[in-house]
């Protein structure tokens, strides 16, 4: 069993930028993040692989970057836009490969993101 921690949501104008933070229990293969907006289904944002490989949504592609230090990992969100609104959600899981897929095996319980217009 693993437990993730999320931080670092909060409430922005368009442009802004905001750091999401995902402590996991134990070290882990593959860390992601993925949101869900209201009304939306879940979409994956980006991965990160132990051995630092990643892979990114083309919705956030040059605005968000994924960084990890051991079992912790960074979503760096810049350059937001209303439309980046969403609960995002901290998951790892053991696998390969490390992608943007919906059967992690584990979540955490996910830190709202607000973008203002």
């Known amino acids: 069993q693993v437990q993730l921690v999320e931080s670092g949501g909060g409430s922005v104008q368009a442009g802004g930028s905001l750091r999401l933070s995902c402590q996991a229990s134990g070290l882990v293969y593959c860390m992601g993040w993925f949101r869900q907006a209201p009304g939306k289904e879940r979409e994956g944002v980006a991965t990160?692989?132990?051995?630092?490989r990643t892979t990114y949504a083309d919705s956030v592609k040059g605005r968000f970057t994924i960084s990890r230090s051991g079992a912790k990992s960074v979503l760096q969100a810049n350059s937001l836009k209303p439309e980046d609104t969403a609960m995002y959600y901290c998951?790892?899981?053991?696998?390969?490969?490390?992608?943007?897929?919906?059967?992690?095996?584990?979540w955490g319980q996910g830190t709202q993101v607000t973008v203002s217009s």
């Open positions: 998951a790892v899981d053991r696998r390969w490969p490390c992608e943007i897929r919906g059967d992690f095996g584990y």
């Open positions: 990160i692989a132990t051995d630092g």
